[in-house]
T-cell receptor, first 114, second 112 residues
Framework: NAGVTQTPKFQVLKTGQSMTLQCAQDMNHNSMYWYRQDPGMGLRLIYYSASEGTTDKGEVPNGYNVSRLNKREFSLRLESAAPSQTSVYFC?????????????FGPGTRLTVT | DQQVKQNSPSLSVQEGRISILNCDYTNSMFDYFLWYKKYPAEGPTFLISISSIKDKNEDGRFTVFLNKSAKHLSLHIVPSQPGDSAVYFCVGSGGSNYKLTFGKGTLLTVNP
C-alpha cells in the first residue's frame, strides 16, 4: 500500500517544452488534487477532481491541464512550460468518509523551467 | 488576499521546552483547521485538526487551540523533540470538495 505516488521526482525543462506529471493513489479514494509550492509560500491548489470523469479549476489553473484517467490516476500537463512554473508539485487525495478534510500527499515533483 | 496567515517564518526552541506556533485567519467560512508538518524533500503529512465548533483538541504532545472571536489558532508541542524540526503549515478548510487553504508555513528548529 504505497498511498500517493508521483513521477518523476525531478524534471528540468526548457521554456516552451511540454510534459506531464503523473499521480496515482492506491487507496480507492474518489477525490484527487494538484498543488504547487513556491519558495516561502504555502501550497496553492491548481486543479482538483472530485470523482472519476470530473475536474475543476483551483486557485492557480492558468498554464495547466489535467486528466482524470481513471479512479487511480490524475495527471497534470504543462503544454508550454514557462519559468514561472518552476515549483514543487504535490498530488493529494482525501479519504471519502473523512470529516476533517485531511488529505494524503505524495512526495512531490520538483520542476525547473529554464 | 491571504486567508491564512503565519506571521513567524521561523521559530527556534530548546529540546524539552514548549513550541508554540501561531496562525491567524480571515475566512469565517472555514469548517476545520488543520496543521501539517513537512520535512525537506517530502510531501506534507497531517498532524492534527480542530473543528470550528471546538476550542481545543489534543493528541499526545500536540494540542491545537482555536479562538474564533480573535480568528486565531495555535499549535503547542510539549515537550519539543529534535525530530519535530520541520516546516509547519496552518491550513483552513471548508465548503465542498475538501479544498485546503495553506498558510506560508513556520520553520521550527528544536535544538538538542
Amino acid at each position: 500500500n504505497a498511498g500517493v505516488t508521483q513521477t518523476p521526482k525531478f524534471q528540468v525543462l526548457k521554456t516552451g517544452q511540454s510534459m506531464t506529471l503523473q499521480c496515482a493513489q492506491d487507496m480507492n479514494h474518489n477525490s484527487m488534487y494538484w498543488y504547487r509550492q513556491d519558495p516561502g509560500m504555502g501550497l496553492r491548489l491548481i486543479y482538483y477532481s472530485a470523482s472519476e470523469g470530473t475536474t475543476d479549476k483551483g486557485e492557480v489553473p492558468n498554464g495547466y491541464n489535467v486528466s482524470r484517467l481513471n479512479k487511480r490516476e490524475f495527471s497534470l500537463r504543462l503544454e508550454s512550460a514557462a519559468p514561472s512554473q518552476t515549483s514543487v508539485y504535490f498530488c493529494a487525495s482525501p479519504p471519502d468518509s473523512g470529516s476533517s478534510y485531511e488529505q494524503y500527499f505524495g512526495p512531490g515533483t520538483r520542476l525547473t523551467v529554464t | 488576499d491571504q486567508q491564512v496567515k503565519q506571521n513567524s517564518p521561523s521559530l527556534s526552541v530548546q529540546e524539552g521546552r514548549i513550541s508554540i506556533l501561531n496562525c491567524d485567519y480571515t475566512n469565517s467560512m472555514f469548517d476545520y483547521f488543520l496543521w501539517y508538518k513537512k520535512y525537506p524533500a517530502e510531501g506534507p503529512t497531517f498532524l492534527i485538526s480542530i473543528s470550528s465548533i471546538k476550542d481545543k483538541n489534543e493528541d499526545g504532545r500536540f494540542t491545537v487551540f482555536l479562538n474564533k472571536s480573535a480568528k486565531h489558532l495555535s499549535l503547542h508541542i510539549v515537550p519539543s523533540q529534535p525530530g519535530d524540526s520541520a516546516v509547519y503549515f496552518c491550513v483552513g478548510s471548508g465548503g465542498s470538495n475538501y479544498k485546503l487553504t495553506f498558510g506560508k508555513g513556520t520553520l521550527l528548529t528544536v535544538n538538542p
